[in-house]
């Protein structure tokens, strides 16, 4: 790509003026593939001290935290969970420990 195909990016330039980004049409099949397995460290859930605030869920790059119809945490989907720790420090409530995994 040449230097004239990309516009610059200044201040007074709106998104309809920029060089358009790319998209993926379908999300893939990742739930059909186990990729838990590469952690070394897991979260544990602890459901009396979860105030079901959902915090974990938005933050997790692997959609590990499962919820159910009503809103609600579940779990942690240990098959494609990598083991981040991301949910755990996203936690006010310190319902979710990090822990190594044995």
């Known amino acids: ?4 195909e990309l516009r610059d ?3 007074d330039v709106t998104w309809k003026d920029i ?3 790319g ?3 379908s999300p893939g099949n990742a739930h059909l593939f186990r990729t838990g397995d590469w952690r070394s ?6 459901e009396e001290k979860c105030k079901q605030c959902l915090l974990c869920n938005p933050v ?4 590990s935290i499962m919820v159910n119809e009503e809103a609600k945490m579940t779990g942690i989907d240990y098959d494609h969970c990598k083991g ?3 949910c755990a420090k ?10 190594e995994e044995v």
């Open 84 to 86: 981040c720790g991301i």
């Open 9 to 11: 990016v200044r201040p």
């Open 41 to 46: 460290m897991k979260p544990v859930w602890n």
């Open 19 to 21: 060089t358009p980004g």
């Open 1 to 4: 790509m040449s230097k004239k």
């Open 90 to 99: 996203a936690c006010p409530f310190k319902a979710i420990d990090f822990v």
């Open 23 to 25: 998209t993926i049409d």
């Open 60 to 63: 997790c790059p692997d959609s």
